[in-house]
């Protein structure tokens, strides 16, 4: 049995995350050892404890430490609004912009037939239902401008047609091809601002 060193397996698990390859995980890893009592111990530690006590929003698909997220248990938040998201990524740049008051709908990410994700893979169904039983008067699409976000947001305003809600989309300050999370806060607000009704 072979021995795998702890530091390769970590350089090697740092490099598959988002913005990290091997020379900036190894960068990442010894500045953490030189630094082990005051940040790596409490990195870890910190980890640790998200995986143990962080979970989905049952409600939006939000992170939280609780079933129901601190943005569906605030009763200050717009009931009657709800802004579809792909990611919680998206979710925390809306709230960094301070842009919108409403609750959220977190799809899980966006249709792709390359990638084999349909609509059911996504949690469209639920937006669905919790839209036709709900209170909602408006249903904000924030999709990226993206081909797969706008196939997405397109496949949801079709299947909210039967319900009577006003189904809107971001617009003027999104890119073609811009994510959410990469947007700064002023281009937010303009494209939520900026929002229109979807057009058959």
């Given at each position: 049995?072979?021995?795998?060193?702890?530091l390769d397996?970590?350089i090697?698990?740092?490099a598959r995350?988002?913005?990290?390859g091997t020379?900036?995980?190894?960068?990442?890893?010894?500045h953490?050892m030189?630094n082990?009592?005051?940040?790596?111990?409490?990195?870890a530690n910190?980890?640790a404890?998200?995986?143990?006590h962080?979970r989905?929003?049952a409600?939006?698909?939000?992170?939280d430490?609780?079933?129901?997220?601190?943005?569906?248990?605030?009763?200050?938040?717009?009931q009657?609004?709800i802004?579809?998201v792909?990611d919680?990524a998206?979710?925390?740049?809306?709230?960094?912009?301070?842009v919108?008051?409403?609750r959220?709908?977190?799809l899980g990410?966006?249709m792709?037939a390359?990638?084999?994700i349909?609509?059911?893979?996504?949690?469209?169904?639920?937006?669905?239902?919790?839209v036709?039983?709900?209170?909602?008067?408006?249903?904000?699409l924030a999709?990226?401008?993206t081909v797969?976000?706008?196939t997405t947001?397109?496949?949801?305003a079709?299947?909210?047609?039967?319900v009577?809600?006003?189904?809107?989309?971001?617009?003027?300050?999104?890119?073609?091809?811009?994510?959410?999370?990469?947007l700064?806060?002023?281009?937010?607000?303009?494209a939520?601002?900026?929002?229109r009704?979807?057009d058959?």
């Amino acid at each position: 049995m072979s021995f795998v060193n702890p530091l390769d397996q970590l350089i090697r698990r740092l490099a598959r995350l988002p913005g990290f390859g091997t020379r900036s995980a190894r960068r990442a890893v010894l500045h953490l050892m030189k630094n082990r009592d005051s940040l790596m111990l409490p990195l870890a530690n910190d980890m640790a404890d998200v995986a143990r006590h962080v979970r989905a929003c049952a409600e939006c698909g939000n992170f939280d430490t609780d079933d129901t997220c601190r943005i569906c248990r605030n009763p200050d938040r717009d009931q009657t609004r709800i802004c579809v998201v792909e990611d919680v990524a998206d979710l925390w740049a809306m709230e960094r912009a301070g842009v919108f008051s409403g609750r959220y709908h977190v799809l899980g990410g966006v249709m792709s037939a390359i990638d084999g994700i349909g609509p059911d893979q996504l949690r469209i169904n639920y937006l669905v239902e919790k839209v036709t039983n709900g209170s909602v008067a408006e249903v904000i699409l924030a999709t990226s401008a993206t081909v797969d976000g706008q196939t997405t947001g397109h496949y949801i305003a079709e299947k909210l047609e039967a319900v009577k809600v006003n189904v809107t989309r971001l617009a003027h300050g999104v890119p073609v091809g811009g994510e959410l999370d990469y947007l700064d806060d002023g281009t937010l607000a303009q494209a939520m601002r900026a929002r229109r009704q979807i057009d058959d």
